[in-house]
């Protein structure tokens, strides 16, 4: 089943590695580079799944998961970020994440499981 | 109470020794004068006197019964004496002779009896044995008679008991008095024996008597005042007993004269007894009870007990009481608590009141109640306004009428009462109030009213005492105003006591001196003025009494010169065979009468006529040319009378001519009287026919009895048959009087003349009393009641003076400037009294204090000698500095015996026997007198030596020249070993206080409660904080409130546990607000025995730079982790896909290229985990979460992710653990510490090796051990291995991969576990890693 899924990462190549990935995989992703567009891209598109880095330009990972909570956004959203600390695991689950993931301790292998996972 | 207080005070300043004896003495002394005083001189002094005599005048009368005409003959006067006569004593019993003399009006005897009675001399009771027979009842009346209470009393005239019943009480004179009653019922009274000059008596009849006896007397003396009876004489059948006629209807009673001097003597009596009986006894009662109580309560309590505040209390508690009761007595109206409680609020509510209220303030006057007495003093004050305005009739309550009983009270009474009792009232309301006033001049004022108060009441009594003085119309005291009087005395002191009471005033006693001076000086004043006064009013009293003589003769010289006139006239008619019209009226006009002794109306010749020659005179008196005449009135009688001559005939005269005067009643009696007596005889009050005007003046009339020529018949009879008619005399009363006395009367007296013995109006024959005075307004300055006896019948003559008769401006003036001037002079003797006695009191003050000094300072000097011959080694030494004097002391430390010592130098205590030069100082100094102290070494007898303060002083002789010396000598060897340990470790105190001063780092001192004792100037440097400033604050004031709270609360935690805490957590602020982090380490010091906490020592340092530098690296390692991070994965995660998507296009070459670069990026990822964690451990940022863990579950999870190594090189692995254990640990943290170790085991462990991990449980800790026989680390580098990005060389060529960061991580992270790392080595035999931790956190 094809998904829209909106990847929030101000990486390029990381950006596109995963979108590559998923597409890989048969979802339909975009590529935001920082929060202000995710919002944009979101609110325009309506995703079935948001990857969400916390450290972005513009409006930072919160930002975004303060305005999904504000306008009622019921999908999944997943942090991918390298933030290993406990409080912004803690703190991002507050605000709405589904998930909290660590890039760096993650596979390329790993993150397809994660996302099927989160779309069902 | 008072006087009680001045003993003790006395007692106490001069007889400190001897209170307690006197107090007996004083007790038994008052305890035997009561007994002795009611005993004996009480009796003594009450007991009827060896002089006693009493005498009363009686106006007696007489109306015998005409036994042959069936009817009294009518009234006769006479006089009688009456009086008692102590003639004889014998032990206890007094002889009284008993007199009874009744005399004509002219003197001439008639009756006498006399009676001899015995009476005891103390009761007045007759006593059987003496006398002239066995009597009962009382000379007079009991003492103390009660209210209905009946008596016997023995009369002459009866001789038999009369027993007295109760009729009432009445007030003679001002004086009350009971009145008694008897007729004898019980008693006949047989009088045939005295009388039997009568006809028949004696012989065939007797006489009996039907007495009505009445006296009044007083019931406190039991003195007579006044007697009367009314008695029927009857003769009776001696063999019948029958009632005959009566002989005679008479009667006797004391005339006004003798009444008023008898009210006199009973209030002296009455006064006497009372002072006698009540207030003497009483006073010295209370003296003995009081001394008493003072001997049962020891001095010292009694300064408790009988403080004044406690006399207070008691007097206050009195009065209360005193008041009570006699509201209640008003309120049952008990006749007995009238009588015996003795003072004036018992009569009346409205006085108890008053009292209940003054007993208040009196009770609170000391206590801090301060509006309440106000308040109750404006009460009292109102009460008092009321009684005055009532006094001065302003308003009229009543109240008294209203409350008392009326039958006590008058309207007189009362509004006397309201004026004396009003003043003490306004008086006693007001010291509340003054005393009140705020200080400065509320001391004088407050003792001042209170003795004015005293005054007034002093006053009272007195005045009370010589109530028969009256002068400036000063009311005589009644009882109640001088009960009340003496409790206004009582209250006043008590008031007195408790205002007077201040640290400032005058003592008691002073008070009590000036306030008794002042009273003398005034009663003194008074006492001269009332005798000036009396010395001018005794001049005018006899002035007065003379003039009343002088009257009173010249009425009855008057009289007598009528009565002389009317027997010339007889004379003319006994002398004549026939006396003419015209003969009678050339006498009359001849004797010129009404010329000479104006006052008399005429003289006239009245004649009988029998009725059946009544009509001849008629006749004969008309042919004499008198054709009117008739004799008036007219009708039928069986005898007539008619006044045919009456000179001069003028138109009054013309009225009786004709006249029959036998007819009317007043006018027969005196007629019969003189027909009877042959002599003159006035008449009793009448009007004159001759009243023909407006002006009606009483008259009467005075009659000579004629009984024909040369006729002087000697017997009743025989003058009752010869009479033939009446040479008279009418006279109008007031004509009589004013011709005696001209028209205007005596100057300034008035004079009141009645007929008989009673004074009522119905008998006035003459009154010109208000000519003079207004007898509603005013009272008469002086009064005299005198009876003359004229023609038989008495005339009380009653003469007032005018209010100020005889008053002169001298008289009126002399006594007040004599009352005045000595006010002033009192005032200013009291005065000057004041001030010596204030500066005596000073001096005295100041003397017993110096006493005391100089006694409390020799008990010191005494107590510093003794002190210091105990401490001391004291030697006296002579002039010649020869030891004359060793104590004890300094024998016992120098070893030497008395004998050894005594005459010796001085020196010989000396340790060198040298003269140096202090020791010349030191006799120079005290040769000159001065004082000498200093540090000498000494030697004992064996040649030890010893230090010693010693001090020497010269004992001066008179002139001031050293006599002998004193040396005082305290052994100080100890103290100066102690001084130079103490300056050995003072020099090492001071190096250690250079130490901190010099320390760079801030040292702060505290004491246990964290109050900072000490700083160290690097403090002062740091904080900005001076020492001063930082002293006696707590080190709170450091807080920047920034610092995390747990990092206090873990450091309280660890110092009151006596731990040293230390931690480089702290953010402080310094003085001027800036902040800095502290690196602070706190030493709790605790004492010797290290259970108390002395104080806390504090190290810190600034460390703000490093935390900076460390923070700023720190984050540079965060930041460039994570920023490494990211691409990182981006290209791991591209490698991935590249070999998943292309796996078909590359080669062999290429895909060993790829991994190669997968497991670099990976490898490179592992490092920047590990230096994130290294810098997160560092930067503090990892807290361990604690949570259960099973162990062999987590060796599990770690054998799996260290599989597929182990596994590569072919390395066997074991893992040994207990199902059981559990451990509390942060997950994460022991994962990754056991991670690490094992990860490091298998890359150092050659193939086929064996790694082992294994678990071992003690009591308190887990240790896991790592073991692989892997190459070892040399040992020269074993200490090494912890250190950060270090490897051993034997492993850098084998394996080139490893950051060196492993090692470090785990020694960190254990460490945060609470637990520790250990290693054991051998080169290339294997090693084990042993990490210890905690069963669990609690057992840290």
């Known amino acids: 089943m094809k998904h829209s899924i909106l990847i929030a990462e101000d990486d390029k190549f990381l950006a596109e590695t995963i979108a590559a990935s998923l597409q890989d995989h048969g979802q339909e992703t975009h590529i935001a580079l920082d929060g202000e567009k995710a919002i944009a891209v979101m609110d325009e598109k309506q995703p079935d799944l948001l990857l969400l880095d916390i450290l972005m330009p513009k409006v930072d990972g919160y930002g975004v998961l303060k305005h999904c909570k504000e306008m009622g956004y019921t999908f999944p959203i997943i942090i991918l970020s390298n933030l290993s600390d406990d409080v912004n695991k803690e703190s991002s689950k507050e605000m709405g994440a589904t998930d909290y993931f660590i890039k760096s301790d993650m596979d390329e292998d790993d993150l397809w499981p994660m996302v099927e996972k989160s779309l069902q | ?1340």
């Not at chain 2, 008739?630 to 006044?643: A, C, K, L, Q």
């Open chain 2, 1 to 1340: 109470m008072f006087f009680m207080e001045m003993l003790r005070r006395t007692n106490a300043m001069h007889f400190p020794l001897m209170k307690q004896t006197r107090y007996i003495i004083l007790g038994l002394l008052a305890l035997g004068a009561t007994v002795l005083w009611v005993a004996n001189v009480k009796p003594w002094l009450l007991e009827i006197p060896r002089d006693f005599y009493f005498t009363a005048n009686i106006i007696s009368t007489d109306n015998f019964y005409n036994e042959e005409e069936g009817h009294y003959a009518g009234i006769i006067y006479s006089r009688t004496r009456f009086s008692y006569e102590a003639v004889a004593e014998e032990t206890g019993v007094l002889i009284i002779k008993n007199l009874f003399d009744v005399r004509t009006p002219d003197n001439e005897p008639i009756f006498s009896v006399k009676r001899l009675y015995g009476i005891d001399q103390v009761t007045g009771m007759h006593i059987s044995g003496y006398g002239d027979r066995d009597r009962d009842g009382y000379l007079f009346a009991p003492q103390h008679l009660q209210r209905g209470e009946p008596f016997t009393y023995w009369h002459i005239n009866y001789d038999g008991p009369a027993h007295m019943s109760f009729v009432g009480e009445e007030t003679l004179y001002g004086l009350p008095v009971y009145r008694y009653e008897t007729t004898y019922d019980d008693v006949a009274i047989d009088q045939t024996e005295n009388l039997t000059y009568l006809p028949g008596v004696g012989v065939t009849r007797g006489v009996e008597l039907e007495p009505h006896l009445t006296l009044w007397v007083e019931p406190v003396s039991g003195k007579l005042i006044k007697y009367a009876d009314d008695t029927i004489a009857y003769f009776y059948d001696l063999k019948t007993k029958e009632r005959l006629d009566p002989w005679n209807h008479f009667s006797n009673t004391f005339d006004e004269i003798s009444v008023q001097e008898n009210t006199i003597d009973a209030r002296f009596t009455k006064t006497k007894m009372r002072i006698v009986e009540l207030y003497i006894p009483s006073l010295l009662l209370i003296i003995a009870i009081f001394s008493f109580l003072r001997i049962i309560i020891d001095p010292q309590t009694c300064r408790r007990v009988c403080s004044r505040n406690n006399l207070r209390r008691a007097n206050g508690i009195c009065i209360l009481s005193i008041a009570i009761l006699s509201f209640f007595g008003w309120m049952i109206g008990s006749e007995h608590l009238f009588r015996f409680l003795p003072f004036g609020a018992a009569m009346n509510p409205f006085t108890a009141l008053c009292f209940i209220l003054l007993a208040i303030i009196i009770l609170l006057s000391q206590s801090k109640q301060k509006y309440i007495p106000i308040l109750l003093g404006v009460i009292i004050l109102m009460i008092g306004g009321i009684r005055l305005a009532e006094y001065g009739g302003l308003i009229s309550f009543k109240i008294d009428l209203l409350l008392f009983r009326e039958k006590i009270l008058s309207t007189e009474f009362s509004s006397r009462m309201a004026g004396n009792t009003a003043l003490g009232f306004l008086l006693l309301g007001s010291v509340p109030l003054i005393a009140h006033i705020p200080l400065g001049k509320r001391l004088q004022l407050a003792s001042i009213f209170p003795t004015i108060v005293i005054l007034f009441s002093v006053f009272a009594l007195f005045a009370q005492l010589f109530e028969a003085i009256q002068v400036f119309n000063i009311p005589p005291f009644s009882l109640t105003a001088f009960h009340a009087a003496a409790l206004f005395l009582f209250a006043s002191f008590s008031v007195y006591e408790g205002y007077s009471e201040s640290k400032n005033t005058l003592s008691l006693q002073g008070w009590l001196g000036i306030s008794g001076l002042l009273f003398v000086t005034i009663l003194l004043t008074v006492i001269f003025t009332l005798l000036t006064a009396r010395i001018f009013e005794q001049d005018e009293e006899s002035n007065f009494l003379e003039q009343t003589v002088i009257v009173s003769k010249s009425i009855e010289d008057r009289i007598h010169t009528y009565v002389g006139a009317l027997r010339a006239g007889k004379g003319l008619f006994v002398s004549s065979t026939f006396v003419s019209r015209d003969e009678w009226q050339a006498f009359v006009e001849g004797l010129d009468i009404q010329t000479i002794y104006p006052g008399i109306q005429g003289m006239g010749y009245s004649i009988f006529v029998k009725p059946e020659e009544l009509s001849a005179h008629i006749a004969s008196m008309r042919a004499e040319g008198f054709p009117d005449f008739t004799v008036r009135p007219p009708g039928e009688r069986d005898i007539y009378s008619s006044i045919i001559y009456l000179e001069p005939f003028d138109d009054r005269n013309k009225q009786a001519f004709g006249f029959d005067m036998f007819q009317e009643p007043n006018r027969r009696l005196a007629m019969e009287q003189a027909r009877d007596t042959g002599q003159p005889w006035m008449s009793a009050r009448i009007t004159l026919v001759q009243e023909i005007d407006e002006d009606v003046q009483p008259g009467f009339l005075i009659y000579v009895p004629y009984y024909g020529n040369n006729s002087e018949p000697t017997s009743v009879s025989e003058r009752r048959d010869a009479i033939i008619g009446y040479i008279y005399a009418p006279f109008r009363s007031r004509d009589f009087v004013e011709g005696v006395l001209g028209n205007t009367g005596i100057p300034n007296i008035g004079l009141r003349i009645t007929d008989g013995t009673s004074t009522d109006e119905e008998n006035v024959l003459y009154d010109d009393t208000k000519n003079i005075l207004d007898t509603s307004k005013d009272l008469p300055r002086f009064t005299e009641t005198n009876v003359i006896y004229v023609a038989g019948r008495p005339w009380v003559l009653q003469f007032s003076s005018s209010a100020n008769y005889g008053e002169t401006t001298m008289s009126r003036i002399i006594p007040l400037v004599v009352l005045f001037a000595g006010i002033i002079i009192s005032s200013l003797i009291s005065f000057l009294y004041a001030t010596v006695v204030a500066s005596r009191e000073k001096a005295l003050l100041y003397a017993k204090k110096v006493t005391r000094d100089l006694e409390e300072s020799k008990a010191k000097d005494e107590a510093i000698l003794s002190a210091l011959n105990k401490a001391a080694l004291v030697t006296i030494m002579d002039k010649n500095r020869k030891i004359i004097f060793a104590n004890d002391n300094l024998l016992h430390v120098t070893g030497y015996s008395q004998k050894e010592i005594i005459g010796k130098d001085q020196s010989m205590l000396k340790a060198s026997q040298k003269k140096d030069v202090e020791f010349v100082k030191i006799w120079k100094t005290v040769e000159n007198g001065g004082v000498w102290r200093g540090e000498v070494l000494d030697k004992t007898k064996d040649g030890s030596l010893f230090w010693v303060d010693m001090t020497v002083s010269p004992i001066l002789d008179g002139s001031g020249h050293p006599r002998e010396y004193l040396a005082v000598r305290f052994l100080i060897t100890d103290k100066k070993e102690a001084e130079q340990r103490l300056q050995s470790s003072l020099t090492e105190v001071q190096k250690f206080k250079r130490a901190v001063e010099s320390s760079n780092e801030s040292i702060v001192i505290t004491d246990p409660s964290g109050s900072i004792q000490y700083v160290n100037p690097t403090f002062t440097r740091l904080t900005g904080y001076t020492f001063e400033e930082a002293i006696g604050k707590n080190p709170k004031i450091l807080q920047s409130g920034k610092t995390p709270r747990a990092v206090y609360e873990t450091m309280w935690s660890t110092i009151s546990k006596g731990e040293t805490f230390m931690t480089d957590e702290l953010i402080n602020k310094r003085k001027d607000g800036t902040e800095y982090y502290a690196d602070i380490a706190i030493y709790p010091i605790m004492d010797d025995g290290k259970t108390t906490l002395q104080f806390y020592v504090a190290v810190q340092r600034d460390v703000t730079q490093r935390k900076k530098e460390e923070r700023a690296k720190s984050e540079f390692v965060s930041i460039a982790s994570h920023q490494l991070r990211t691409p990182l994965t981006a290209i791991r995660w591209s490698l991935g896909r590249f070999k998943k998507v292309a796996p078909d296009s590359m080669d062999s070459n290429s895909i060993e290229l790829l991994d190669a670069a997968t497991a670099a990026s990976k490898r490179m990822s592992e490092t920047i985990n590990a230096m994130l964690n290294m810098s997160r451990i560092a930067a503090g940022k990892i807290t361990p979460e604690i949570a259960e863990i099973h162990l062999c579950e987590v060796f599990e999870e770690l054998r799996k992710e260290v599989a597929q190594q182990y596994e590569a090189k072919k390395i066997v692995f074991q893992s040994v653990c207990d199902n059981d254990w559990v451990l509390q640990t942060d997950l994460k943290l022991f994962k990754e510490i056991v991670s690490n170790l094992l990860t490091n085991a298998i890359k150092y462990t050659p193939n086929k090796g064996k790694v082992t991990l294994e678990v071992k449980k003690d009591k308190k800790v887990y240790t896991i051990e790592v073991r692989d026989t892997g190459y070892g680390i040399p040992k020269d580098q074993q200490e090494k291995i912890f250190t950060k990005f270090f490897r051993a060389d034997n492993i850098l060529n084998r394996e080139p991969d490893g950051n060196g960061i492993g090692l470090y991580l785990v020694k960190e992270l254990a460490q945060l576990l609470g637990g520790t790392v250990a290693f054991q080595s051998t080169l290339n035999k294997g090693t084990t890693f042993t990490v210890s931790l905690p069963l669990s956190p609690s057992t840290l």
